[in-house]
């Protein structure tokens, strides 16, 4: 059976602070993997990865795939508290199927 | 440009009743994907249609069932509503493979 699995689950931080937040998967016939935020409504998209070692940035949020240990990481430096959210990683399979973790939720204290 | 739409935004039902949730996207977009997100649980699919004619069961399909109507739409219905199903919907639309993007989301809630 696919797992996504995310960790941690939840974590509090200070503003300015650094955040790393982790996906590991076990995904039969993997095609990618993305991340999305989500803030009480519905997930916005944030990276997509097919790549191994081939970051990927948008301000202060960036990304990294490693295929061979199964796994992306996602970063978020200078916090500020309109990051909190709940950060989701998921993976697409070559049958169409997008598979997503359970999320980790990021609170941010001014 | 609306994006991805659902109807409703919020509904009540009994156990036993049936309704159909709707959604649209006007992106031209092949694929298209029913959630349900639940406390604690991520998104969890419930059904996908990859293209226009073909529809495929995802993880938790037991209970429902969807109708890809032409390119734009994609309902989802439930026949006989119990309060495990109580829920929030999400339908979403990509291109193949693609980032995909979601609607508003329907709450349900079955007494």
């Known amino acids: 059976e696919d797992k996504v699995v995310q960790s941690p689950l939840s974590l509090v931080v200070h503003e300015g602070d650094t955040v790393t937040l982790n996906c590991s998967y076990e995904?039969?016939?993997?095609?990618?993997l993305l991340w999305y935020k989500q803030e009480k409504k519905a997930p916005t998209f944030l990276f997509m990865l097919?790549?191994?070692?081939i970051e990927k940035k948008s301000g202060r949020l960036s990304s990294i795939l490693d295929k061979k240990e199964l796994f992306s990481i996602l970063n978020i430096t200078a916090t500020q508290t309109g990051d909190s959210a709940i950060y989701l990683c998921?993976?697409?399979?070559?049958?169409?199927?997008?598979?997503f973790g359970a999320g980790t939720t990021v609170t941010v204290r001014a | 440009n609306a994006g991805v739409t659902q109807t409703p935004k919020f509904q009540v039902l009994k156990t036993g009743q049936s309704m159909t949730l709707q959604c649209a996207q006007d992106?031209?977009?092949?694929?298209m994907y029913w959630y349900r997100q639940d406390p604690g649980m991520g998104l969890r699919l419930i059904y996908y249609?990859?293209?226009?004619?073909?529809?495929d069961k995802g993880e938790v399909p037991n209970g429902y069932n969807v109708s890809r109507l032409n390119k734009r739409e994609f309902s989802l219905r439930l026949e006989s509503a119990a309060p495990s199903q109580t829920s929030v919907y999400f339908c979403?639309?990509?291109?193949?493979?693609?980032?995909?993007?979601f609607g508003p989301g329907t709450r349900l809630t079955v007494l």
């Open positions: 097919t790549s191994s070692g």
């Open positions: 992106m031209n977009h092949n694929s």
């Open positions: 998921a993976v697409y399979r070559n049958d169409y199927k997008l598979s």
């Open positions: 249609s990859a293209s226009e004619g073909t529809t």
């Open positions: 979403a639309s990509s291109r193949t493979y693609n980032e995909q993007f």
């Open positions: 995904v039969t016939n993997f095609r990618s």
